[in-house]
């Protein structure tokens, strides 16, 4: 009885702990989405009404309205973040798989230092580097090449923010695969490229979706890059078009902005329940690197 007692103990203060940190994560969004379904009217009421007793989804409605300004504008924001963030992730992983293989598999002198310098990019606060590439862009490239409120100037930022972590993440995936095992496959007639190929990828391919998808999360999380580098829907993203819903002339409405925010982080949240498998296995894999 004193052990069962105990046990019961142990388990009642640990599942206490488990809601309140559920309760402490998935509160925001909780009321974020109560928000989005209340109107104006009840969101102003007082005392507050926890629960809107007639929900409406007119908010949602709207943003899928071209021809309301706020459709427009998310319809806008919503293709140029996902056209961007997917770009970002293909880049990332095709180049950056590459790097990553080189760097866990050849010896070179300079190795070391050209990792931390690639890591660096992600140590770095971001706002330390908006000057500089504003200067960069609008001073010298713009001029030559249409660069400033454009995707492709976008890419090739969240590129260079993002890469760096996609190569550490992925050397650490093919470090933990046998070299004998490709070097076995090379004395039976394989190519080093086809070793990597035939050899390395499917055995990190776990990794490889992990990394693809914090890469895509990355990119399409990013505010402060297109805060700065977009002025027009031509270059609009999800958290761009949060902010000018919230902020601007546009449409001023908490509701609104709830609305936009729900549906700004359903994308991310069903990829990761479609990779949830391959997420956890990649997770596990690189957690047992060591």
């Known amino acids: 009885m004193r052990f069962s007692s105990r046990k019961l103990l142990r388990y009642t203060v640990l599942y206490a702990l488990v809601l309140l940190i559920l309760g402490w994560t998935l509160g925001p969004f909780l009321w974020l989405f109560i928000t989005s379904i209340s109107t104006q009217a009840k969101l102003n009421a007082i005392p507050i009404q926890w629960l809107p007793a007639q929900p409406t989804f007119e908010h949602y409605a709207a943003m899928f309205d071209p021809a309301s300004q706020t459709g427009s504008l998310f319809l806008a924001a919503f293709r140029n973040s996902l056209a961007i963030a997917s770009t970002t992730t293909i ?3 095709v180049f950056g798989v590459i790097a990553a293989y080189a760097l866990a598999r050849f010896r070179f002198p300079g190795r070391n ?3 931390m310098a690639m890591l660096s990019t992600r140590l770095l606060p971001t706002i330390a580097l908006v000057v500089p590439f504003y200067v960069l862009i609008v001073g010298y490239v713009d001029p030559v090449f249409s660069m400033f409120d454009t995707r492709h100037n976008l890419i090739i930022l ?5 890469i760096g972590l996609v190569i550490w993440v992925m050397r650490g995936f093919f470090q933990s695969v046998p070299l004998e095992l490709e070097e ?3 004395v039976d007639g394989c190519t080093r490229l086809q070793a990597m190929t035939q050899i390395a990828l499917p055995l990190v391919w776990p990794g490889i979706v992990t990394t693809g998808l914090l890469a895509f999360l990355l990119a399409w999380d990013e505010f402060l890059l297109a805060l700065i580098f977009s002025r027009t829907p031509a270059a609009f993203t999800m958290p761009y078009f949060v902010f000018v819903v919230g902020s601007s002339q546009y449409y001023q409405s908490p509701a609104a902005v709830a609305a936009g925010g729900i549906l700004a982080a359903l994308p991310p949240v069903i990829l ?3 990779f949830q498998n391959r ?3 990649g997770l596990t ?3 047992v690197k060591g």
């Open 272 to 274: 990761a329940l479609l």
């Open 113 to 115: 230092v050209l990792i």
């Open 158 to 162: 969240y590129v260079s923010f993002t």
């Open 91 to 93: 880049i990332c992983l």
């Open 285 to 287: 894999a690189g957690a």
């Open 184 to 186: 076995q496959a090379m």
């Open 279 to 281: 997420l956890v296995g």
